[in-house]
């Protein structure tokens, strides 16, 4: 049998080397790298993974570099959920991209601008004339403590798609009363054809619902003191009453069909789109989707039916805005960009391109678009009156993270029947306490 | 027995200490060493790095993290002591993740032991026709968990789903029902869906290990009349128990790790029913930016894998001293 030997001098080379090598690994990690002279490359990243967004935001960007010499975008383009967890942890090491696509709200952005990880963009909106061209619900959701941190790039609103087509087949009519809504659903039923299609299998779909329950009720004035400012009360005799009616009477009824907890938003959408349901509890960002799904067929969205006779409201919202890094590597390219993003040739691409809608005044029709775009873009953008007709999102501003749960939770549970309406409202009242 | 003078005590032996100490210092210099112990060192180094640097320092940060309330960014960190900990006692949502761990790890395991065993034995008297099967039962380990959740949410839907319509279709439509959305039955059929994609690695196992069981000592039982039954539990199973031992340690840390399946599902609901320690886990420490109380979660599903590991291992050892 041989033995080996490590002499000293081995054992110190090895030593060396394996420490050399380590060091030398961990030199390029978690670094740009430097542009040459004269250039500089943007890091973006974001969570437009569908499509036609994802395509478009690519020819934002290539627009931007084009009409910028020397400037590069690096996009990073991630998962929603991904993105929240690994940009603020990024970003809190300071490895984080200039611009980050983020979700607004409380428990959010919010988190990052308590960390100062945020830089203020009052300055550059004032310049671009933001604050008098965006809409004022955009910009209250990218603002902190009065300060404005966030860009949001549309104007996304919440309600209940129609199959026109299809319910004239089967000589029904578009419901615009709770009246209406069930007697459709009798008629449903006997057709085999689900009212409408809603599950909340999904963490985030009944906040969709509740949204609009809560714009329904208390109106678009009265819910955003509440959201952004909280001033009044989740647990209301009127948000009890409400809840009673959509989540437990509407339900046993029949108008939602069966398994709402079991289905999850896309198979929701498939039931919709596969022509199995009547209508869709959605929202505007799918307005591309569901028109390249049913291109022959007459579609269109409206606010839930009024509970109490009360005007009719979109629960609307921006799903997420643009953040500039407070140690961006590139502060100044990142502003260019940010005021590119609403410039006129970024916004043909917004419009014609992703079919999102800007949160910002502009007449559809003079953009090549379809008929349903500008059906959707109008109720987008107020239909002429968006303080009375544009509410807002329940997750969306002070809503931290207790709240969000409660409603997941809450929600599936009043379905399930191990819930009472009053027993909701005010779990949901303490959970927005405890998150405040 | 005489009586002797004691004899003079010998002179007390000079004091070394500084000697001894100085042969302390010299055990511990790796100049010292010998060179084989110096080789081993070299090839011992980096795996003793690495278990330093992703194992013991990120531990023994859990556990500080832990004592802390924290959003996982804000430079300041709040030490709170215990209070996490006592959080956790009042917590509902956290003992229905530990019972669901638990339910994962002694049903998952007992289910992927039992279920691989027995495809392992239908395999093994099988002729070479049967081949086929043994990669059809070995397929599910090479999916990525991620789609294996994927496809069985597919089977699962309600309205479109296989089950639901296997069930329809040989007449048992009263069975049908939304298997995720269902908080009683949820989490077994997430189960369900995790032990078919983990009997795959076992059943190989398996099928290797019972090649080497002695015929004679089947045939002998035979001779002697032992039946089916008792060939097994006399015969095959004292031949296969280091396969046993090393299937079962297999699925124990499988069953443990378990989070992207039920995340991919259900993330924990409906209701929080499908809640695992670690998905609970992740949702505090980077859905709802409470890392401190993470971390607590975190330390929990490790002395629950202790203990586990300790009871399993002490088992063991007394089933192969008798």
């Not at chain 1, 020397?70 to 991904?82: A, C, K, M």
């Amino acid at each position: 049998m041989t033995s080996t030997h490590l002499s000293r001098r081995s054992f110190l080379g090895a030593t060396v080397a394996g420490g050399l090598g380590l060091a030398l690994s961990g030199c390029g990690f978690g670094r740009q790298e430097q542009a040459a002279e004269g250039e500089s490359t943007l890091s973006v990243w974001d969570s437009f993974t569908t499509e036609p967004v994802n395509t478009s935001f690519n020819a934002i960007n290539d627009a931007f570099s084009a009409a910028n010499d020397g400037v590069t975008v690096d996009r990073n383009i991630v998962q929603y959920d991904q993105l929240t967890a690994l940009a603020k942890t990024a970003m809190a090491s300071g490895d984080g991209p200039d611009l980050v696509y983020y979700s607004v709200g409380k428990g959010n952005a919010g988190i990052l601008v308590d960390a100062g990880l945020l830089a203020p963009l009052d300055d550059i909106a004032e310049e671009a004339g933001w604050t008098s061209s965006i809409a004022p619900f955009a910009l209250r959701e990218a603002t902190f403590d009065g300060v404005l941190y966030g860009l949001p790039n549309e104007s996304e609103v919440s309600g209940w798609w129609y199959n026109k087509s299809l319910l004239d087949q089967h000589g029904l009519a578009v419901p615009e009363s709770a009246d209406d809504l069930l007697a459709l659903t009798e008629t449903a039923k006997g057709l085999g054809i689900v009212p409408v299609a809603y599950g909340q299998g999904d963490f985030y779909t009944s906040f969709w619902l509740f949204s609009q329950v809560a714009c329904n009720i208390m109106q678009s004035d009265a819910l955003g003191r509440l959201v952004y400012e909280n001033e009044g009360a989740w647990n209301s005799p009127e948000m009890v009453a409400a809840i009673q009616t959509v989540f437990v009477d509407w339900h046993q009824a029949g108008v939602f069909g069966e398994n709402v907890n079991a289905l999850k938003a896309q198979d929701a959408t498939d039931l919709w789109t596969g022509e199995q349901a009547f209508l869709l509890v959605n929202g505007s960002w799918a307005t591309g989707t569901h028109a390249e799904a049913l291109p022959d067929r007459e579609l269109g969205m409206m606010p839930l039916p009024s509970l109490d006779g009360e005007h009719r409201v979109y629960s609307a919202g921006s799903g997420g805005a643009f953040w500039l890094s407070a140690n961006a590597q590139e502060p100044e390219v990142a502003r260019d960009f940010l005021e590119y993003v609403f410039s006129d040739d970024a916004l043909t691409i917004w419009v014609e391109q992703a079919q999102l809608v800007p949160p910002v005044q502009f007449d559809s029709s003079d953009y090549d678009t379809n008929e349903l775009q500008q059906r959707i873009a109008t109720a987008a953008s107020g239909d002429g009156d968006p303080e009375q007709n544009l509410g807002y999102q329940v997750n969306h501003g002070l809503a931290a993270a207790p709240f969000l749960n409660m409603m997941t939770e809450g929600f599936q549970a009043i379905i399930a029947g191990d819930k009472t309406p009053q027993q909701q409202a005010d779990d949901l009242q303490a959970a927005w306490e405890e998150g405040l | 027995m005489s009586r002797t003078a004691a004899p003079p005590a010998a002179p007390p032996a000079p004091r070394r200490p500084a000697a001894g100490a100085q042969s302390r210092r010299r055990a511990w210099s790796p100049w010292r060493w010998s060179p084989a112990a110096r080789l081993a060192a070299v090839f011992l180094a980096p795996a003793i790095l690495l278990y330093l640097v992703f194992v013991l320092v990120p531990l023994v940060q859990s556990v500080w993290l832990s004592l802390h309330e924290w959003d996982g960014v804000n430079p300041v960190k709040t030490f709170v002591g215990l209070a996490n900990y006592a959080d956790l006692v009042g917590d509902r949502i956290f003992r229905t993740s530990v019972r669901n761990t638990l339910i994962w790890v002694g049903l998952g395991t007992a289910a992927s032991l039992a279920l691989s065993l027995g495809l392992a034995l239908l395999a093994w008297g099988a002729g070479r026709g049967f081949a086929v099967f043994r990669t059809l039962y070995f397929m599910p380990q090479v999916l990525p968990t991620v789609v294996v959740g994927i496809v069985w949410g597919w089977i699962y839907h309600p309205s479109f789903g296989a089950l639901n319509r296997i069930l329809d279709a040989v007449g048992l439509d009263g069975l049908q029902r939304g298997w995720l959305g269902e908080p009683d039955i949820a989490v077994y059929a997430i189960l369900a869906a995790s032990v078919w994609a983990s009997i795959g690695l076992s059943f190989v196992i398996f099928s290797a290990a019972l090649n080497n069981v002695s015929a004679e000592l089947l045939d002998a039982a035979k001779v002697d009349g032992a039946n089916a039954v008792q060939r097994f539990r006399h015969v095959i199973v004292p031949q296969l128990s280091h396969a046993v031992t090393l299937v079962t340690s297999l699925l124990l840390i499988h069953n443990f790790q378990a989070f992207d399946m039920v995340w991919v599902m259900t993330r924990g609901g409906p209701q929080n029913s499908t809640q695992l320690i670690a998905t609970y886990t992740y949702q505090n420490a980077f859905a709802d930016n409470q890392v401190g109380y993470g971390a607590a979660l975190s330390v929990v599903l490790t002395v629950i894998c202790l203990i586990v590991t300790v009871v399993f291992v002490r088992l063991r050892e007394r089933t192969s001293e008798v």
